[in-house]
Nanobody, 130 residues
Framework: QVQLVESGGGLVQAGGSLRLSCAAS????????MGWFRQAPGKEREFVAA?????????YYADSVKGRFTISRDNAKNTVYLQMNSLKPEDTAVYYC??????????????????????WGQGTQVTVSL
Protein backbone atom coordinates (compact mmCIF):
# COMPACT_ATOMS: atom_id res chain seq x y z
CA GLN A 1 0.00 0.00 0.00
CA VAL A 2 1.31 3.42 -0.96
CA GLN A 3 0.62 6.51 1.09
CA LEU A 4 1.40 10.04 0.03
CA VAL A 5 1.48 12.83 2.59
CA GLU A 6 1.79 16.45 1.52
CA SER A 7 3.05 19.28 3.72
CA GLY A 8 4.26 22.85 3.42
CA GLY A 9 1.08 24.65 2.45
CA GLY A 10 -0.05 27.85 4.10
CA LEU A 11 -0.93 31.51 3.67
CA VAL A 12 1.49 33.73 1.77
CA GLN A 13 1.36 37.17 0.20
CA ALA A 14 1.45 37.62 -3.53
CA GLY A 15 5.03 37.50 -4.77
CA GLY A 16 6.07 35.17 -1.97
CA SER A 17 7.29 31.58 -2.04
CA LEU A 18 6.33 28.22 -0.58
CA ARG A 19 7.87 24.78 -0.82
CA LEU A 20 5.56 21.79 -0.78
CA SER A 21 6.77 18.33 0.12
CA CYS A 22 5.20 14.96 -0.53
CA ALA A 23 6.52 12.00 1.43
CA ALA A 24 5.77 8.57 -0.01
CA SER A 25 5.61 5.29 1.84
CA UNK A 26 6.02 1.95 0.18
CA UNK A 27 8.70 0.54 -2.03
CA UNK A 28 9.83 1.40 -5.54
CA UNK A 29 9.27 5.15 -5.25
CA UNK A 30 12.17 5.69 -7.63
CA UNK A 31 10.43 3.63 -10.33
CA UNK A 32 7.49 5.98 -10.73
CA UNK A 33 6.84 9.37 -12.21
CA MET A 34 5.33 11.78 -9.69
CA GLY A 35 3.03 14.72 -10.24
CA TRP A 36 1.48 17.73 -8.56
CA PHE A 37 -2.09 18.80 -9.22
CA ARG A 38 -4.27 21.50 -7.71
CA GLN A 39 -7.94 22.25 -7.29
CA ALA A 40 -9.32 25.71 -6.66
CA PRO A 41 -12.80 26.25 -5.20
CA GLY A 42 -15.47 25.64 -7.79
CA LYS A 43 -12.97 24.42 -10.38
CA GLU A 44 -11.82 21.06 -11.66
CA ARG A 45 -8.54 19.60 -10.55
CA GLU A 46 -5.72 20.58 -12.91
CA PHE A 47 -2.21 19.41 -13.65
CA VAL A 48 0.61 21.54 -12.27
CA ALA A 49 3.90 19.69 -12.70
CA ALA A 50 5.42 16.25 -13.16
CA UNK A 51 8.82 14.64 -12.88
CA UNK A 52 9.88 11.42 -14.49
CA UNK A 53 11.19 8.47 -12.50
CA UNK A 54 14.60 9.26 -13.98
CA UNK A 55 14.52 12.65 -12.26
CA UNK A 56 16.98 15.31 -13.36
CA UNK A 57 15.70 17.67 -16.00
CA UNK A 58 12.86 15.42 -17.04
CA UNK A 59 10.17 17.75 -15.74
CA TYR A 60 6.95 19.12 -17.17
CA TYR A 61 4.81 22.11 -16.18
CA ALA A 62 1.47 23.66 -16.88
CA ASP A 63 1.84 26.89 -18.82
CA SER A 64 0.36 28.82 -15.91
CA VAL A 65 3.25 27.93 -13.59
CA LYS A 66 6.15 27.58 -16.01
CA GLY A 67 9.11 29.68 -14.91
CA ARG A 68 7.74 30.10 -11.38
CA PHE A 69 7.39 26.55 -10.03
CA THR A 70 10.04 23.83 -9.88
CA ILE A 71 9.40 20.15 -9.22
CA SER A 72 12.17 17.94 -7.88
CA ARG A 73 12.60 14.61 -6.15
CA ASP A 74 14.90 12.96 -3.64
CA ASN A 75 14.65 9.21 -4.11
CA ALA A 76 16.76 8.55 -1.01
CA LYS A 77 14.05 10.27 1.04
CA ASN A 78 11.07 9.03 -1.01
CA THR A 79 10.02 12.64 -1.35
CA VAL A 80 8.92 14.92 -4.18
CA TYR A 81 8.96 18.69 -3.84
CA LEU A 82 7.27 21.66 -5.47
CA GLN A 83 9.08 24.97 -5.07
CA MET A 84 6.64 27.77 -5.79
CA ASN A 85 7.98 31.28 -6.37
CA SER A 86 6.33 34.54 -7.43
CA LEU A 87 3.01 33.27 -6.16
CA LYS A 88 -0.19 34.87 -7.41
CA PRO A 89 -3.69 34.91 -5.93
CA GLU A 90 -4.80 32.64 -8.76
CA ASP A 91 -2.43 29.97 -7.42
CA THR A 92 -4.74 29.58 -4.40
CA ALA A 93 -5.89 25.96 -4.31
CA VAL A 94 -5.55 22.62 -2.58
CA TYR A 95 -2.39 21.00 -3.92
CA TYR A 96 -2.17 17.23 -4.32
CA CYS A 97 0.74 14.99 -5.14
CA UNK A 98 0.13 11.79 -7.04
CA UNK A 99 1.98 8.74 -8.30
CA UNK A 100 1.71 7.69 -11.91
CA UNK A 101 0.20 4.24 -12.20
CA UNK A 102 2.76 2.74 -14.58
CA UNK A 103 6.36 2.25 -13.42
CA UNK A 104 9.22 3.27 -15.71
CA UNK A 105 6.86 5.38 -17.82
CA UNK A 106 8.52 6.59 -21.01
CA UNK A 107 5.54 8.04 -22.85
CA UNK A 108 4.56 11.56 -23.76
CA UNK A 109 3.53 14.38 -21.46
CA UNK A 110 1.74 16.29 -24.17
CA UNK A 111 -1.46 15.60 -22.30
CA UNK A 112 -1.81 14.71 -18.60
CA UNK A 113 -4.90 13.02 -17.28
CA UNK A 114 -5.92 12.37 -13.66
CA UNK A 115 -6.62 8.78 -14.64
CA UNK A 116 -2.92 8.27 -15.32
CA UNK A 117 -2.28 8.45 -11.56
CA UNK A 118 -3.40 5.84 -9.06
CA UNK A 119 -2.27 7.08 -5.63
CA TRP A 120 -3.08 10.53 -4.28
CA GLY A 121 -2.26 12.46 -1.14
CA GLN A 122 -4.85 14.18 1.02
CA GLY A 123 -3.87 17.63 -0.21
CA THR A 124 -2.41 20.75 1.33
CA GLN A 125 -4.01 24.20 1.17
CA VAL A 126 -2.12 27.07 -0.43
CA THR A 127 -3.65 30.51 -0.07
CA VAL A 128 -2.10 33.55 -1.74
CA SER A 129 -3.34 36.95 -0.60
CA LEU A 130 -3.00 40.31 -2.30
Amino acid sequence: QVQLVESGGGLVQAGGSLRLSCAASGRAFSSYDMGWFRQAPGKEREFVAAIRWTGGGNTYYADSVKGRFTISRDNAKNTVYLQMNSLKPEDTAVYYCARRSRPYYSGSYSRVDDDDYDYWGQGTQVTVSL
